[in-house]
């Protein structure tokens, strides 16, 4: 019914950037807050940031002042972008969503993204 598909990921050299992308797409009514977890290797997914649909944002503490989460809900679409990349962002970048989907009744649903690969060489 509701789908994210991720993108933007790949090689960089640390201190370097990317951006990400995520794009909702399906039977969708609303979202609320959408945001961007990575799983680097041997460990567990965690939050990187999020966003809500007012635009209110909350990062982890080892992404605060180098990545930017952003949003257009005009596009059902969020973005990360990241700053000064170190080794230690490697990892499988998930976007994630809670999706009010149309005739889903009044609640959310949490949807995951397939991932995309980030990976920072020293």
């Known amino acids: 019914q509701v789908q994210l598909v991720e993108s933007g990921g790949g090689l960089v050299q640390a201190g370097g950037s990317l951006r990400l992308s995520c794009a909702a797409s399906g039977s969708i009514f609303s979202i609320n807050t959408m945001g961007w977890y990575r799983q680097a290797p041997g460990k567990q997914r965690e939050l990187v940031a999020d966003i809500t649909s007012d635009g209110r944002t909350n990062y982890a503490d080892s992404a605060k002042g180098r990545f930017t989460i952003s949003r257009d809900n005009a596009k059902d679409t969020v973005y990360l972008r990241m700053n000064s990349l170190k080794p230690e962002d490697t990892g499988v970048y998930y976007c994630?969503?809670?999706?009010?989907?149309?005739?889903?009744?009044?609640?959310?649903?949490?949807?995951w993204g397939q991932g995309t690969l980030v990976t920072v060489s020293s």
């Open positions: 994630n969503a809670a999706v009010m989907v149309r005739g889903g009744g009044y609640t959310y649903l949490e949807v």
